[in-house]
């Protein structure tokens, strides 16, 4: 053969013995070829103001003039900087510079100095068309630590249409904040060419519908109007009567919808997050209003209708307690104020317009307050017994003189009656978010359980199973007469996940439709790399489970699984770890996916749930197979601070949790080396509280003797610990905010630790940074957009993409995968590719796996490739490459072919062609 094939042999004999021989040089590693400074006009504040008192080269964007001034009172260099005092937790502040010139597809860093007094202050880099058209942006948020100067920077890709970028600095609605800003700078910063990223699509799309409600259109046809998650979300027109979508309307600027109220003038209202925008469609109409932020906060919760068109809704605050709003058509949003200072959602609002009282469902400690808006006078009327071990009241339905109101938690319904406000009855659990109204025929209600349909008799309180299996479990009920439906009353429902049933009440007729919904992009949430070789990738809130195929470049969905936090390997099982209730579940690749309500063998089947011991979210899942077991680290449910360590024995299926392991903290990261598994905390709970730790702690876990044997703060001050790994040089290492530290688990210390990136965590984190080894030994990882490699000798970072990055999987060939919102991306690189022989034994395994060649072959040409690797260990190169001809002879004779694809054949073929460098 060729001497090329002679020193590929050779070099794979090196490497065999364990010698290492790097060819070419480490400059290519190096991220930037060059970096250009562009002109801002007055960075440092130092130009006179201009005749009218405004700031040369600055606009207010927020807020306003009286926000912002040019002071001496402090400067980083230079005699000026500028002063943002924001006095209100109301409205925003923000001033931004003058758009200057950007090029597409090039990448750019902003940064200032930023001196902070009290507050969390941002910087933004937003990107603009030739229009002046806001395109994309990007930002950084910091909060502490205060009364020195600090750099904040923020990077990011310009988009393919930009041709201008603009810095905003800014303190957002719910914050008082004074800070001074200096020495603003805009640099761009050219990519080194050797890497490269590979935008491989939407992964995983779904229909995540969580409000709907009923109407008659502008011809009098029965319609429903459901909110759907995207990007951004939509308001969707349903014809009840054809089940034929009418009409899709964005909802720009909105994630997703959590509130939809047809109004008594028949004008339809949406209520989104996490823009905090109210929306209005008129039918008839062929678009829809953004009426705007209603009272400053973030997320609006539920919609209710009211008297004079008018709509009431509740909100979800970060920092203080959650409103209460109305929208009236003619004079515009009231703001009723926080109803209870500490708790930070309303979730439900009910409306009784013959007391003018509302009825609120509040959390994350329940309460159900009788609020009347005219005295302004408050009364919770949920009975203290139901707020231990009960989160929200995520629901109130109003039935003449009774209250259903929906506790999260188990789904406990209780039934108060408004004349005495006490509780008459607890129906012990109900699925559906709501029940029906009064039935037309008498006086009783309907609702779900387990997707099957009961009665609930208002009189004698007792329900009964109608013995229906309906196609999920509905968001809103309406009695309607629909002539092809039969005589008399149909109880329609629209159902989560675009479905829709109908049931006569006199004919007993039931039928349940499937909607056809557009599945929208949804963000991908969590990933990890399969047995098979593939990416596996899970969807925000609505889940579903995806795969991408590196071989074939094949996407595929499976559905009926929510939102995973975390997933880890234990042979061909992946263990899921669920959201909400903190539900395990186990998936076999090996076998058929099914997750249909009635399946006996449901794959993946759900092991258990952590949510009765307080836990919530699942955020580390660490199997350890030459332990037998899965460890899993969790965050506790709303308005709790005690997370869990948990150790199930995939032998025996036992499960043991040491919860409060780590003082009132979530564990939210786990390694594992010798016997001990490592963990990483952060300070919040569950959301709706605050903190009552001030640093994230580090642990050691001895999985003989079963118990804690150590404990530190490896970086004082940080107050989470979102990623462990193993390093390449055995030792522990860890990214508490921003700084990389190592732990030697030998000496139990801390030996390195700085800071990589200037972060700072000022509100609720569990996740953030995310590590792997790579094939040429260096770390790398994402953290708060950034993709990164780490040096694993000099611990010198290099930022690989600026923005546009979360989370990490690495494939079997070196290439690198994260998401950026719901697409999936690839980074490749020379040094990290497996090529040669290795890359054609792991391909050969794969397409077994993934179905795309057959037993009988692959016995065949994995016996041919063991004996190839004999020899290649061997040094002996003509016995070599007679194995690899044997395998070509394998692989394309014709009694073979029914047990291999086309296109694994042709993949095959290509590999050995390669390494014989057959026709040079």
Same mark, same amino acid.
């Given at each position: ?52 008192? !405004? ?42 510079? *003058? ?20 507050? !969390?202050?941002? %910087? ?53 904040? !004074? ?85 008594? *003038? ?5 209520? @989104?997050?996490? &823009? ?8 008839? =109409? ?9 009272? #400053? ?44 200072? !500490?708790?930070?959602?309303?979730? @439900? ?67 108060? /009656? ?107 949430? +969590?990933?990890?790399?399969?047995? *098979? ?19 074939? #470049?094949?996407?595929?969905?499976? /559905?009926?699984? #929510? ?35 009635? +399946? ?15 836990? /919530? ?52 990261? %786990? ?7 490592? #963990?990483? @905390? ?70 390195? =630790? ?39 000798? =000099? ?10 990055? =979360?989370?990490?999987?690495? /494939? ?11 697409? %999936? ?58 194995? %690899? ?23 095959? &073929? ?11």
């Amino acid at each position: 053969m060729v001497n090329k094939l002679k020193f590929l042999f050779t070099v794979a004999v090196i490497i065999l013995l364990g010698t290492v021989i790097f060819f070419g040089t480490t400059d290519s590693d190096a991220p930037y070829a060059a970096s250009e400074m562009i002109d801002l006009k007055n960075p440092g504040f130092e130009e006179s103001l201009n005749a009218d008192g !405004t700031i040369p080269g600055w606009r207010v964007a927020y807020g306003s003039d009286d926000n912002f001034v040019v002071t001496d009172e402090l400067s980083h260099s230079g005699d000026y900087s500028l002063k943002l005092m924001d006095e209100s937790s109301e409205r925003s502040a923000g001033l931004i510079s *003058d758009p200057v010139p950007v090029e597409a597809q090039k990448m750019y860093r902003a940064s200032s100095y930023i001196y902070i007094q009290q507050g !969390t202050l941002s %910087l933004y880099l937003r990107f603009y068309d030739s229009e002046g058209r806001q395109l994309e942006q990007t930002s950084a948020s910091i909060a502490s630590p205060k009364e020195e100067w600090i750099k904040l920077e923020v990077s990011a890709t310009a988009p393919e249409d930009a041709a201008s970028a603009a810095i905003l600095l800014y303190s957002n609605v719910v914050q008082i904040s !004074t800070a001074y800003f200096d020495d603003i700078s805009l640099e761009m910063e050219e990519m080194n060419q050797d890497g490269e990223f590979i935008n491989l699509g939407t992964q995983v799309r779904n229909v995540t519908n969580h409000y709907a409600d009923f109407g008659i259109d502008e011809n009098g046809r029965h319609v429903v109007y459901t909110g759907v998650v995207g990007d951004p979300a939509k308001l969707i027109k349903i014809d009840v009567e054809t089940e034929q979508i009418l009409k899709i309307f964005d909802l720009p600027g909105a994630s997703g919808v959590r509130g939809v109220a047809v109004a008594s *003038d028949g004008s339809v209202y949406a209520g @989104t997050y996490t &823009n905090g925008h109210l929306y209005r469609y008129i039918p008839g =109409s062929d678009g829809i209003e953004d009426l705007g932020k209603a009272v #400053g906060e973030t997320h609006i919760f539920n919609l209710e209708p009211g008297p004079n068109g008018e709509v009431y809704g509740g909100t979800y605050s970060a920092t203080a307690g959650a409103k209460l709003f109305k929208y009236h058509p003619d004079s515009g949003f009231t703001d009723y104020g926080r109803i209870l200072e !500490t708790e930070r959602y309303v979730r @439900t609002v009910v409306y009784d317009d013959k007391q003018n009282i509302f009825y609120l469902g509040i959390g994350s400690t329940p309460h159900i307050i009788k609020f009347n808006p005219e005295t302004g006078e408050k009364k919770d009327i949920l009975p203290d017994k139901y707020k231990e071990g009960y989160t929200f009241v995520d629901n109130i339905t109003k039935v003449n003189d009774y209250l259903f109101a929906k506790l999260v938690q188990g789904n406990k319904t209780l039934v108060i /009656d408004t004349k005495t406000d006490e509780v008459v009855n607890e129906i012990e659990k109900v699925d559906s978010f709501t029940v029906s109204p009064q039935s037309p025929y008498g006086e009783e209600v309907y609702y779900t359980l387990g997707a099957k349909l009961y009665k609930y008799d208002l009189n004698t309180h007792e329900s009964k199973d109608l013995d229906l299996h309906v196609n999920g479990n509905p968001l809103k009920f309406k009695f309607l007469e629909l002539q092809e439906e039969g005589p008399g009353y149909t109880l329609v429902a629209l159902v989560r996940r675009g479905m829709m049933f109908k049931y006569n009440l006199e004919t007993g007729h039931l039928k349940t439709i499937d909607l056809d919904l557009p599945g929208q992009p949804t963000d991908i949430w +969590a990933m990890a790399k399969g047995p *098979d070789g593939r990416i596996y990738t899970n969807g925000y809130l609505a889940g579903g489970l995806s795969y991408y195929d590196p071989l074939t #470049g094949e996407t595929h969905q499976y /559905d009926g699984i #929510g939102q995973i936090e975390k997933m880890d390997l234990f042979g061909d099982t992946f263990y899921l770890g669920g959201y909400p209730r903190a539900e395990i579940y186990a998936y076999d690749t090996t076998k058929p996916w099914v997750r249909d309500a009635t +399946a006996k063998e449901p794959n993946p089947r759900q092991l258990f749930s952590l949510y009765d011991l307080g836990q /919530d979210r699942p955020m580390a899942v660490l199997a350890v197979e030459e332990e037998n077991k899965v460890f899993l680290g969790t965050v506790p449910a709303y308005g709790q601070h005690q997370g869990a360590l948990t150790i199930y024995n995939v032998e025996t299926g036992d499960v043991r949790v040491e919860k409060n392991i780590i003082e009132n903290q979530g564990v939210v990261s %786990l390694a594992y080396k010798d016997g001990h598994v490592f #963990g990483g @905390t952060t300070i919040w709970g569950g959301l709706g509280d605050d903190p009552l730790e001030s640093e994230a702690k580090f642990f050691i876990w001895d999985v003989e003797i079963e118990e804690k044997i150590y404990e530190t703060t490896p970086v004082p001050g940080m107050k989470a610990i979102t990623d462990l790994i193993v390093g390449p040089d055995g030792n522990i290492w860890g990214m508490a905010e921003g700084t990389l530290f190592i732990f030697d688990p030998e000496e139990r210390k801390v030996v390195y =630790s700085d800071e990589k990136f200037t972060l700072d965590y000022d509100r609720h984190v569990w996740r953030d940074a995310f590590l792997e080894i790579g094939r040429d030994g260096n770390v790398y990882g994402t953290i708060r957009g950034r993709f990164f490699k780490i040096d694993a000798q =000099s611990k010198e970072v290099t930022v690989l993409k600026g923005s546009g990055a =979360s989370r990490i999987a690495q /494939d079997d060939f070196g290439n690198f995968y994260f998401a950026d919102g719901g697409d %999936l991306w690839k980074y490749t690189h020379p040094d990290l590719q497996m090529t040669g022989f290795d890359a054609l034994v792991i391909k050969t395994e794969l397409y077994y796996k993934n179905g795309k060649l057959e037993k009988p072959l692959y016995a065949q040409l994995e016996k041919t490739l063991e004996q190839a690797k004999h020899h290649q260990k061997a040094g002996r190169l003509e016995q070599f490459e007679h194995r %690899l001809m044997k395998f070509k002879e394998h692989l394309n004779k014709e009694s073979m072919q029914k047990f291999i694809s086309t296109s694994a054949k042709e993949d095959l &073929n290509q590999e050995v062609d390669h390494l014989l460098q057959i026709g040079e």
